[in-house]
Each structure stands twice: as structure tokens, then as C-alpha cells.
């Protein structure tokens, strides 16, 4: 079968602010203040349809097709999203986040004219800012299929489905960003950059269940599946990021970027207890003996999946940045965060028989 299926994209928080040259310091980027322009974030990303495919293959045990095994494999092209832009103090560029020490909510500058750092320097800040985002989903599965109820004057068949389940959803997000400062007691070339990532892993085992009605008219079909897997979901969560400062003559880089640092970044993993509810419905035709062609849609429901998105704390404690030692609340910290996921969408298919 081609498939072509929309999903559940994943929902990202505001990641990337802009605010008109001349807005004050403290304002720029900032969420909440009037100036301020979310250019990337608080949306969902890798939501477009995608095109995939799968492959059925079934075998009768029983002579007089009253038991067959049954199994099926399908996957989606990887969704990707990329977002990318540079500033050279107009407009402001920024990165938002939450600063706990503040209670409030802050912007880390990017792109700035006339910007006071810490050592009271003024400087121009040229930076930029890129996201990056890939979704890949795909599942298989193998059951028994007995027809359970058989009318030959009617030209319909009721099978009951029973079987075994498999079902992968790997996604992450990385965002990066570089600030060259101009001025002050920087050696010309110097830059600032740091990263963040977060990728989530979801393997699901289970048992499944399900029903199948099929009938038939002259040379037409049409095939109505519902079925469900109960089951475990294993959940992997990994947050990783760094700092790096180059001068043109040496790199020092530091554990941590902005909103990965060392209170979240690591390895996390759970379980939890997942359904998933499939439904489908196939009309097909009957080309000669042995040529079917089908078209159909089916939906497909996932509880209790881990999402980058989800994974991501904007609340950020600034005395760990660059290897600062940790002086207050441990943020940003891993949210184990789980959600739900959805995929539907058309197929056409081809079906041999021999």
C-alpha cells in the first residue's frame, strides 16, 4: 500500500523572540511585553501529511480458508521542520525563557545595537538562531485470523483477530544559536554559541485484538477493521547541550546551552501502559483472478508517548550557565512528560493472489 497520513504534530514552546531596534534592554525578546514577537514556537511543528507505505502478507493454515496467520509492516517518511535567522542588532533578536532567580520572564539577547554586558562594555551583538526538528514513526504486526461467521448466499465474512503488536515513534528538537559581539575587549571573531537537544524514543510491545467484516459484490469489496493493542510503552528521554567560546586562537566549552543544563540534561526512561485503537475501512475492486486494487483510510490512536516538545522546562536558574555553580531552585529539570498521538490518512493499494 502508498499511504499518505497526517499526525499529531508536537507542540514547542516559544523559542525564538523579536522586539523593534530601540526597545529597552530589559524588555527585548522578553514574553509578555507589548514589543515583543514570538517568531518561532508556541505551534506545532511536523504536522504535514507524509507519504509511507505497508505490506500485508497473510497465509490460509487450514484448507478451506478457516485459519489464517496474518501479518502487516508499515512507515512514514521522516517529518522534518527547520527554522533558521540572523540579526545584526535590527530587529532585536532573542531567546526567551523564565528566570527563576527573577521570578520573572527574561530573554537571552542575540542580535542587539548598542547592548550593555555585564563588565558595563557597550557592544553590537550579531547572532542567530536555528531549530531543528525529525519525526519517524512506523509498527508491524502478526495475529491468527479465524473466520468466525460465513454466509456464502450473502457474500460476507466476520473475522476475529488476535495477535502481537509493535509500534516506534523517535523524535527530537535541537535548537542552536551564535552571537558575535563587536566591541569592548573581544578579540575581533570571537563568538558565543551554544546548543540544546532533546530527543524522545517510544517502543511499544502488546497484545492484540481486533475484528474484520468483509463483503463482496460481482467484483467489488469492501472491508471494514477495528482492533486494539493493550500493552507497555517504553519511554526514552534523552537532554543533552553545551557552551562553547572561541576567540579565534582556542575553544573553551562548558556543559550546557540554554534551556539544557546540567539540573535536566541526561538520560531518563519509563513505562508506561499504552492503548492503541485502530480503525480502517477498504473498498476494493476485483481486476481478474488474481488483481485486486483498493483504496481505504484508517486512523490510529496512541496514548502516553514522550514528545520533545513536552520535554522542554523554559524555567532556567542562570548561576549554572557557562559552569557556574548551581545557587537556588534546580531548573531547568526533566519534566517526564507524556501526551498522545494520532496518525490517519488515506492508502491505495495493489493485492496479489497465488
Not at 463482496?216 to 528521554?237: D, I, P
Request: proline share 5%.
Amino acid at each position: 500500500q502508498a499511504i499518505g497520513w497526517f499526525t499529531k504534530g508536537q507542540y514547542l514552546p516559544a523559542l525564538a523572540t523579536t522586539s523593534p531596534a530601540g526597545t529597552p534592554q530589559g524588555q527585548a525578546g522578553v514574553l509578555g511585553q507589548p514589543n515583543t514577537s514570538v517568531i518561532f514556537g508556541e505551534e506545532r511543528v511536523d504536522d504535514d501529511v507524509r507519504i509511507g507505505g505497508r505490506i500485508n502478507l497473510g497465509m490460509w493454515l487450514v484448507e478451506g480458508q478457516f485459519l489464517a496467520v496474518v501479518g502487516d509492516y508499515y512507515i512514514l517518511e521522516e517529518e522534518n521542520t527547520h527554522f533558521g535567522i540572523g540579526s545584526v542588532g535590527d530587529p532585536i533578536l532573542a531567546r526567551p525563557f523564565y528566570n527563576v532567580g527573577l521570578a520573572e520572564f527574561d530573554a537571552s539577547e542575540l542580535g542587539f545595537a548598542n547592548f550593555v554586558d555585564a563588565f558595563g562594555q557597550t557592544l553590537d551583538l550579531r547572532g542567530s538562531v536555528t531549530v531543528d526538528t525529525h519525526s519517524r514513526a512506523q509498527s508491524a504486526g502478526v495475529s491468527l485470523r479465524k473466520p468466525t461467521y460465513v454466509s456464502f448466499e450473502e457474500n460476507y465474512r466476520f473475522n476475529l483477530l488476535g495477535g502481537y503488536r509493535f509500534f516506534r515513534l523517535d523524535e527530537g528538537v535541537r535548537i542552536s544559536d551564535s552571537v558575535a559581539p563587536l566591541g569592548g575587549f573581544y578579540v575581533p571573531g570571537t563568538t558565543f554559541d551554544s546548543y540544546d537537544e532533546f530527543d524522545t524514543s517510544n517502543q511499544f510491545h502488546g497484545g492484540e485484538i481486533g475484528m474484520m467484516l468483509e463483503v463482496r459484490h460481482c467484483r467489488w469489496s469492501f472491508e471494514f477493521l477495528t482492533r486494539v493493542a493493550l500493552g507497555n510503552m517504553h519511554q526514552r528521554v534523552q537532554i543533552n547541550g553545551a557552551s562553547s567560546i572561541n576567540d579565534t586562537n582556542s575553544t573553551v566549552v562548558t556543559p550546557g546551552g540554554l534551556l539544557a543544563q546540567p539540573t535536566n540534561i541526561g538520560t531518563y526512561t519509563n513505562d508506561e501502559f499504552t492503548v492503541i485503537p485502530e480503525a480502517g475501512v477498504t473498498v476494493g475492486l476485483q481486476l481478474n483472478d488474481y488483481v485486486k486494487a483498493s483504496v481505504g483510510y484508517n486512523y490510529i490512536y496512541v496514548t502516553n508517548v514522550a514528545r520533545p516538545g513536552g520535554q522542554i522546562d523554559t524555567g532556567v536558574n542562570l548561576s549554572q550557565i557557562e559552569g557556574g555553580t548551581l545557587v537556588g531552585p534546580a531548573r531547568p529539570a526533566p519534566r517526564n512528560s507524556d501526551t498522545d498521538f494520532w496518525l490517519q490518512g488515506g492508502n491505495a493499494s495493489l493485492e496479489i493472489r497465488f
